[in-house]
């Protein structure tokens, strides 16, 4: 979360100094910012000479604006609910006021006026979604060193000491194990707190840090401010979340699917999965023509059908995975956008699925396809790694109903589900007469319905007796 300091605004130079505008989208009015508070919501006053001790000014320095604006962005709730425009400090008081003309009674000139100061979404706010999602089809030289495992920038080429205004250390982020991460191309693994001081105003907030090439090749610090929540509000590169994509990104960090995203440049529909940056809430995406999906994962060998799963998004369940330090050797696999590499989801993150739309699945326990084989050839099995709502093991036995189509289950006798899938003639009987309505050979006389779990009439019982002939015959006894 983000935290920005007030100082007293004289303290730094005016000329040196612009002041953030912002147009609120629904209400058509121009403000001038002052701060973002800790819910994400966007802080202003009135653009009037009366409030400009409280306007917040920054350095119009091309990278200190770059990266104060990167920041800023990414900490408000809704970004895209605003236009923001950056005015000289000197200026920012009439200027408002011929915006404001502009929004009530537009003309070319105030449009000149708004195109002019306006600042658009930072360009590396979807960094790794343009690397992804609109790069040409052939491999960039940067993906192909991050895949041969290679530096891509150089340690003495980073301005250390430009970058210490930011609060980021060198020592730090190598003592961390993040700075070969960050020469190899990859964003830190961790978020780091950063601040920028433009003398009026002091920001402070979380980052994930990550270079980007700059100007003269050398590496530029990019910081990837943590977000108050995901912005599925707006389109992404062409994209609507649906409710379910909103709940799977939220629970598992994937959406679970491919959908088509645009290029911005060309319109070119580019097939892609699209995940979230847990760290920052960042919504990611990665073309679906470059997901590496492994022969194996953890010994399990995968299987064709698996294996595209995996590339259309999905999430596959593995058992009898080599996890070393753990006596859990099952979990759901999923690729992941912003990691670029298969995840295990465990616990809560874990998809729930259900029978209905996998057979192979009975209680959350999905079966392997040797089990499933056993259980459509009408075998019972043992299953030994049942777990209940609270994740204890139980056992039992399981046998699927063809009749049904569902699984039974018995904690300790097979054979009654034996029984239980193969109903006798008199059990059918029975239902038939019961449930339905329906009439036998030995019920077609009988008006009124049978009573539960007879299967035939009770005279009809006694006629039969008595006609059996190996009846033992009744003792009459003697009389005295």
Do not use: C
């Not at 907030?205 to 108050?228: C, N, T």
């Not at 995940?275 to 920052?280: E, P, Y």
């Not at 959350?364 to 056993?374: P, W």
């Amino acid at each position: 979360m983000s935290e920005q300091t007030n100082e007293n605004p004289q303290q730094y130079p005016e000329q040196l100094s612009d002041v953030l505008l912002v147009m609120d989208k629904e209400k058509k009015k121009i403000q001038a910012v002052t701060g973002v508070d800790e819910n994400g919501n966007l802080k202003t006053v009135d653009a009037t000479k009366k409030n400009q001790n409280q306007f917040m000014r920054v350095d119009r320095a091309g990278d200190v604006f770059t990266n104060f604006f990167s920041n800023f962005w990414r900490q408000l709730k809704d970004p895209t609910h605003f236009s923001f425009f950056k005015v000289p400090a000197k200026e920012a008081v009439e200027t408002a006021k011929e915006m404001q003309k502009q929004v009530d009674a537009p003309t070319t000139e105030g449009e000149a006026v708004m195109a002019k100061h306006e600042v658009k979404e930072p360009k590396e706010q979807q960094q790794e979604t343009k690397k992804d999602v609109e790069a040409p089809q052939a491999t960039p030289e940067a993906q192909q060193s991050q895949e041969k495992n290679e530096y891509r920038y150089k340690a003495e080429d980073v301005d250390w000491n430009y970058l210490a205004q930011f609060g980021i250390n060198k020592e730090r982020l190598e003592k961390d194990g993040q700075l070969d991460l960050l020469l190899k191309g990859y964003k830190t693994n961790k978020v780091y707190p950063t601040s920028v001081n433009f003398g009026a105003v002091i920001m402070r907030s979380d980052a994930r840090l990550g270079f980007q090439d700059g100007e003269d090749g050398k590496p530029v610090l990019m910081m990837y401010g943590v977000r108050h929540e995901p912005n599925f509000k707006a389109p992404f590169f062409g994209h609507e979340f649906t409710k379910e994509d909103r709940e799977n990104l939220l629970k598992t960090g994937n959406m679970g699917r491919v959908v088509e995203l645009t290029n911005r440049k060309t319109g070119e529909k580019i097939p892609s999965i699209i995940s979230i940056d847990h760290l920052t809430n960042e919504v990611i995406a990665f073309r679906q023509d470059r997901i590496k999906v492994p022969d194996e994962i953890k010994g399990v060998k995968l299987t064709e059908d698996q294996k595209r799963d995996l590339k259309d998004g999905k999430a596959i369940y593995l058992e009898g995975l080599d996890f070393k330090n753990s006596t859990n050797k099952n979990a759901h696999v999923q690729f992941n956008a912003d990691k670029k590499y298969t995840e295990f989801l465990f616990g809560d993150k874990a998809p729930k699925q259900t029978q209905e739309n996998d057979p192979k699945m009975f209680r959350n326990k999905v079966f392997s396809d040797e089990q499933y084989k056993q259980l459509t050839e009408g075998k019972t099995i043992y299953v030994s790694d049942f777990k209940d709502g609270k994740g204890n093991p139980y056992k039992g036995y399981v046998t699927l109903n063809k009749e049904t189509g569902n699984y039974d289950f018995s904690f300790k006798n097979p054979n009654a589900l034996k029984n239980k899938a193969q109903p006798t003639e008199a059990h059918k009987t029975q239902v038939a007469v019961n449930s339905n309505g329906k009439t036998n050979e030995a019920t077609k006389h009988i008006n009124e319905p049978l009573k539960p779990e007879q299967q035939t009439p009770k005279n009809i019982r006694q006629q039969q007796r008595q006609n059996d002939p190996n009846r033992p015959a009744k003792s009459r006894g003697v009389r005295r």
